[in-house]
T-cell receptor, first 113, second 110 residues
Framework: DGGITQSPKYLFRKEGQNVTLSCEQNLNHDAMYWYRQDPGQGLRLIYYSQIVNDFQKGDIAEGYSVSREKKESFPLTVTSAQKNPTAFYLC????????????FGPGTRLTVT | ELKVEQNPLFLSMQEGKNYTIYCNYSTTSDRLYWYRQDPGKSLESLFVLLSNGAVKQEGRLMASLDTKARLSTLHITAAVHDLSATYFC??????????FGAGTRLTVKP
């Protein structure tokens, strides 16, 4: 089955630690995205990548880093510089070209204490 | 600054009633997307509206797009409890990344 997977579903970390969230897709999509969602809020764009080895900052990139070494993978690292990392993180992908419909993974809920 | 505004942000309605959710956006976008999110879950695509005047219907939900007014509506007909969720609209300005509204949290009561 084609789709987007994110792991783990729940993640707990101590303050000051870096943590990497996984996002994998087997849809052969060109573009991939990371969003952050806080309780009762909408989605805010962290980073996106339209092709391998290239990515752009979104609205709230500070304290985050990404890589895009393979088309199917777009991991997000939440660094210790991120002031309020506790949130729900969603990964999405699109086929590229003229189709901008985004397909979302199941999300990772990160709690930092 | 790009704005995607949804109205209302919270909606409580009785089963069987009709209501409309509005999505206004401040920049040019010739397409608009509606998503549904259940509590603690990811986003599920509902509608993709690709041109001015586009109308799509699925069950008790109908979405429309007026690109000249920069307005989309999501109309709910004869609401049922299963429609309780948060609904997001999103646009793609300048054929770039997708921008979302804040969401409308819908609660349908018996």
């Amino acid at each position: 089955d084609g789709g987007i997977t994110q792991s783990p579903k729940y993640l707990f970390r101590k303050e000051g630690q870096n943590v990497t969230l996984s996002c994998e897709q087997n849809l052969n999509h060109d573009a991939m995205y990371w969003y952050r969602q806080d309780p009762g809020q909408g989605l805010r764009l962290i980073y996106y990548s339209q092709i391998v080895n290239d990515f752009q900052k979104g609205d709230i990139a500070e304290g985050y880093s990404v890589s895009r070494e393979k088309k199917e993978s777009f991991p997000l690292t939440v660094t210790s510089a991120q002031k309020n990392p506790t949130a729900f993180y969603l990964c999405a992908s699109t086929p590229g070209g003229l189709s901008y419909e985004q397909y979302f993974g199941p999300g990772t809920r990160l709690t930092v204490t | 600054e790009l704005k995607v505004e949804q109205n209302p942000l919270f909606l409580s309605m009785q089963e069987g009633k009709n209501y409309t959710i509005y999505c206004n956006y401040s920049t040019t976008s010739d397409r608009l997307y509606w998503y549904r999110q259940d509590p603690g879950k990811s986003l599920e695509s509902l509608f993709v509206l690709l041109s001015n005047g586009a109308v799509k219907q699925e069950g008790r939900l109908m979405a429309s797009l007026d690109t000249k007014a920069r307005l989309s509506t999501l109309h709910i007909t004869a609401a049922v409890h299963d429609l309780s969720a948060t609904y997001f609209c999103a646009v793609v300005p300048n054929n770039n990344d997708m921008r979302f509204g804040a969401g409308t949290r819908l609660t349908v009561k018996p």
